[in-house]
């Protein structure tokens, strides 16, 4: 397809790569857990059910990403490790670690119903997530030590808290106050001598955390005629637990992790916070530029076949696209701009935006997290007799732009793109529901111009392309717009704000000035 004048933007996107013999890691963690599992009454200090939600999620990584053969989690945390051999995504780093938080984010969301019967999610739940680079298997071994080490510690001093808050009668305060010189030993003892609790004796799953890994098992494929059954071999993610995840007992007994990471050849209990923190590396974005990120369906050309959506665009589920857009800037306050087609949708965050400190990992994963969660929580209500087959997915990148010209340049490369696709589509679907076949349709418009395809339209199917729905030629922009408050009085003089902001939907062109001049606000 033709390529426009803007297409130069796509220089200043940086590659990510990491290098082989690193060994990849993906970490997650609940973006806002406190209030998450306040507002959702979660039992304190574990909540057995929402943690075996967390791991039903992770086990439904490990289904759909092959190249996941590890993966540990505790409380709102889960880490997965790809095989040392892994070309998922050619090993860029935004790529794989938002893909797989989105996917886990969606299966949480689509998932909650189950765990949950009589909850209602209250808001969509968003986890962040960020690639750590393991340079050696020693360093992977250390950091699954850590994060036993602090599922432990953690676990160990919340069982002691909630013990004091819930049956010693100490406010929480004075709770903390008892517990702030507390050595491990001395928080055994607490728990042995005031409460009657043997703390080695408690769940393992709170202690432990999860490890889920594939593993080969017989399966029973069919029977025979006889009635004698068939199995197989197959490779099957299932739950383990050990008291020391990092030791060479646990791990060298596991053939599926032998061979795609590699032995460990010494133990490792405990490890220096500080000596891992080192390599806990997140880059940040180029101070005072604009920030742009781009979230894109994974796969969505079967996803949009399996739901059956009209071609080449169906109303519901663009709208769909831009009802989770609003709601990530309304989320998100440093976004000033959204700009969406098809399976896509661009975030503009403000130049001097200092989001999670301008660490790209964290800002791209909170946003195509929640849009995720929004997306499959919102299904429902788009689609009243559509079933969500599976959850959806989308990846996301960020990528810096440094003056206005550079990121007006990039919207419109967008749109010149939103064009093209719709105007080509348009032609192409018009041609196969006439009766050519696809290939067909292809080659009858290759080499077309914009005017031919147009002429086709009108002449072949009295299409007028410039009479189709504004959202399907123009895309969608939404951004915040000040008007007079409408609750406000004549000569009302109480604290009532005389203007308020108001989030719009537009369907506009934005590749001319004009756009920008008349409102100038959003990239002021
Ligand atoms: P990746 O993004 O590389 O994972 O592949 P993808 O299949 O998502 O393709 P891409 O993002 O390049 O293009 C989006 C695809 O989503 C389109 O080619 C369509 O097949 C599908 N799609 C998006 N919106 C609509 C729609 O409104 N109707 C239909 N029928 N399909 C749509
Ligand atoms: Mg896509």
Redesign the pocket.
């Known amino acids: 397809m033709a390529n426009s004048k803007y297409e130069y933007v796509k220089s200043f996107e940086v590659e990510d790569e990491v290098m082989p013999p690193n060994l990849i890691v993906v970490h997650i963690d609940r973006r806002d857990f406190r209030r998450f599992s306040e507002v959702h009454e979660f039992e304190k200090p574990d909540d057995e059910k929402a943690l075996n939600l967390m791991n039903q999620c992770a086990m439904a990584v490990l289904e759909e990403y092959p190249d996941i053969v590890f993966s540990y989690g505790y409380g709102d945390e889960y880490s997965f490790v790809l095989k040392k051999t892994s070309k998922f995504y050619q090993r860029r780093s935004s790529k794989i670690s938002s893909v797989i938080v989105s996917f886990f984010t969606s299966v949480y969301v689509t998932k909650w119903k189950e765990f949950f019967p009589l909850k209602e999610l209250r808001y969509p739940p968003s986890f962040l997530s960020q690639i750590v680079c393991c340079a050696s298997l020693e360093i992977l071994q250390a950091y699954l030590a850590w994060r036993q080490r602090d599922c432990h510690v953690q676990n160990q001093y919340n069982t002691c808290f909630w013990e004091l808050v819930k049956k010693g009668g100490k406010t929480e305060m004075e709770a903390q106050e008892i517990l702030k010189y507390a050595k491990e030993q001395d928080r055994n003892e607490l728990l042995h001598q005031q409460f009657g609790i043997n703390y080695n004796g408690t769940l393992a799953l709170f202690r432990q955390g999860t490890c889920i890994f594939k593993t080969e098992v017989e399966d029973i494929v069919k029977y025979n005629e006889d009635g004698m059954p068939v199995k197989r071999l197959r490779r099957k993610a299932g739950i383990f637990r050990s008291e020391n995840i990092a030791g060479r007992r646990f791990w060298n007994a596991h053939a599926s992790l032998l061979k795609e990471l590699g032995n460990f050849s010494e133990d490792c209990f405990k490890t220096n916070p500080d000596y891992i923190r080192s390599f806990l590396f997140e880059s940040k974005l180029m101070p005072s530029t604009w920030i742009v990120i781009r979230i894109?369906?994974?796969?969505?050309?079967?996803?949009?076949?399996v739901h059956e959506?009209?071609?080449?665009?169906?109303?519901q589920?663009?709208g769909l696209?831009n009802l989770c857009a609003e709601a990530v800037l309304e989320e998100f306050h440093d976004i000033v701009f959204c700009y969406g087609v098809?399976?896509?949708y661009s975030f503009v965050l403000k130049k001097d935006s200092q989001l999670y400190q301008r660490r790209a990992s964290k800002i791209v994963s909170a946003i195509v997290s929640f849009f995720s969660s929004m997306y499959v929580m919102k299904w429902k209500d788009v689609f009243r007799k559509k079933e969500l087959k599976y959850s959806p997915s989308f990846?996301g990148r960020a990528v810096c732009y440094p003056s206005n010209e550079i990121l007006q340049d990039y919207l419109a490369w967008r749109q010149v793109d939103c064009h093209i696709?719709n105007q080509y589509?348009t032609c192409f679907w018009s041609l196969v529901k006439s009766g050519k076949s696809k290939s067909e349709a292809q080659n009858y418009l290759k080499g077309t111009q914009a005017r031919e395809k147009n002429e086709l339209l009108l002449k072949e199917f009295g299409i007028n392309y410039n009479t189709l729905p504004l959202m399907f030629r123009q895309g969608s922009s939404i951004f915040r717009v000040k008007r007079e408050n409408p609750t406000l009085l004549e000569n009302d003089a109480s604290s009532v704000e005389k203007t308020e902001t108001k989030i719009v939907t537009e369907h506009c062109n934005i590749i001319e000035q004009s756009f920008w001049e008349a409102h100038p606000s959003i990239l002021d």
């Open positions: 894109d369906g994974c796969h969505f050309h079967r996803f949009a076949d959506f009209n071609k080449p665009n169906d109303k589920a663009l696209m098809s399976d896509e990846d696709n589509n």
